[in-house]
């Protein structure tokens, strides 16, 4: 019977977090779909200052944003079908929730399952919460500046190639880009991830250079399933900063073991 009450218990508790976690998500897209951003400056400080503008809102100022920096010219974004700019500024306000939220995310992720660590494994958990933050918008900007136009281009250059006016429809680049931020934003937690799990005491530092090899077979069928094309090229733009971001949580993890070998 006390099973039954620790199970109802834990379940309680995990429908707390995950309400915790969708409304404050919620709220953060519900402010994006809904206020739009205006620049002043101050002293010569660019401030920014919100104000209701459902159709010309945050998500929207997003979407131009994007279509400015990554569309490859001569190439037309368009809606073909009622609705689609609508949902796609969703989907964006809803990244924008998950990115925004991501500190109380974290904070409800490590809450729920700190009965089940280990005091060592709890002080991992907390220590890593806000570089893990870090590296997610890192992963993003780093996606969004340096792999996302070249990827767009170079896909694009085929239609101009064989003289097709090419056409994109809002919601599959939103999608698309969106995919890529994701991506890069989860897959730069790499590091933390080979830390956390090494300062909990699961492995050493030896497994991850004994293991490398894998872990670059398994990094490159990553790249090469999440990436658009079967050229094989553009999946060296996922798996190529994830080798790199592997290697360096190798050697973090053993500067991090000899410092303590050492002291």
């Not at 401030?47 to 997003?62: G, S």
């Not at 306000?93 to 809450?111: D, F, R, S, T, Y």
Request: hydrophobic share 50%.
């Amino acid at each position: 019977m006390s099973e039954l009450n620790e199970i109802r218990y834990h379940l309680e508790e995990l429908r707390k977090s995950v309400l915790r976690i969708v409304l404050v998500i919620g709220i953060i897209t519900v402010f994006v779909l809904t206020f739009h951003v205006t620049p002043f400056e101050i002293g010569g400080v660019t401030l920014y200052y919100p104000y209701p503008e459902p159709l010309d809102n945050v998500a929207a100022q997003i979407t131009n944003h994007m279509s400015d920096n990554l569309v490859p010219e001569d190439v037309q974004l368009i809606q073909t079908a009622p609705g689609q700019a609508f949902f796609a500024q969703v989907y964006i306000a809803a990244l924008v929730g998950i990115v925004a939220g991501m500190p109380i995310i974290i904070k409800e992720l490590v809450g729920f399952i700190k009965p089940a660590l280990k005091e060592k494994e709890i002080h991992v958990s907390r220590s890593i919460s806000i570089p893990a933050l870090g590296l997610f918008i890192v992963g993003c900007v780093f996606s969004y500046n340096f792999v996302i136009p070249y990827i767009l281009e170079f896909l694009y250059r085929y239609g101009e190639s064989s003289g097709l006016v090419t056409f994109l429809n809002v919601m599959d680049f939103v999608t698309f880009v969106l995919q890529f931020l994701l991506a890069f934003g989860l897959s730069f937690q790499l590091p933390l991830v080979m830390y956390a799990i090494s300062m909990s005491g699961m492995v050493d530092s030896d497994f991850w250079r004994k293991n490398i090899r894998y872990a670059i077979v398994a990094i490159v069928i990553f790249g090469a399933v999440i990436t658009p094309d079967g050229t094989g090229v553009t999946m060296w733009f996922v798996s190529g900063p994830m080798i790199a971001l592997y290697i360096a949580g190798m050697f973090l993890i053993e500067r991090k073991e000899r410092k303590k070998l050492n002291t």
